[in-house]
């Protein structure tokens, strides 16, 4: 079993400009234009439509790296629930963001009760791995009777 990094055979360009491309992507959320312009600015000549494919490629190895590499999110969740429509129908687009902005996760159901708030904690808490300390809602009755279920530790602020 081999631990080395992706295959880059049979490429124009050299692994380090490649990697360069996608980890420019992938690190700071740019468009595949952006990272054309800061190649060129560089004296790299290649097109958008490249970098795409080099992200197709190899971006989920990067992004997963990414992920592993960041901090721990902070301890102070602000949770939120959005109408959304979906296909013509209403679905609920469930987001959990810490106190820096960092979108800790998200989740799309079909209700808005008691059941689906539990669901949506129990998604956070097997992502997370930890516990926060505070949890800011709106007034949506719902989340309190989660919290005590889930997280009856956790302090609540609407």
């Known amino acids: 079993m081999s631990t080395q990094g992706p295959d880059y055979y049979g490429y124009r360009f050299p692994p380090e400009i490649i ?15 952006d990272v054309e312009e800061l190649l060129a600015e560089r004296g790299v000549t290649v097109s958008y ?9 190899f971006g989920p190895s990067f992004a997963k790296k990414l992920r592993h590499r960041q901090g721990r999110h902070g301890d102070t969740w602000h949770l939120d629930e959005v109408f959304v429509s979906i296909q013509g129908k209403r679905r609920y687009l469930w987001r959990a963001v810490d106190q820096d902005g960092d979108v800790l996760d998200v989740l799309v159901q079909p209700h808005r009760d008691q ?21 800011v809602t709106d007034r949506l009755g719902s989340y ?3 919290r005590r279920e889930c997280l009856p530790s956790v302090g609540h602020s609407e």
């Open 19 to 33: 990697s360069y491309a996608v980890w420019l992507y992938h690190r700071f959320c740019l468009s595949l234009r």
């Open 49 to 57: 439509e490249a970098v795409r494919q080099w992200c197709l490629k």
């Open 115 to 135: 059941r689906a708030a539990t669901r949506f904690f129990r998604k956070l808490l097997k992502g997370l791995h930890y516990v926060p300390r505070l949890i």
């Open 144 to 146: 309190g009777a989660a």
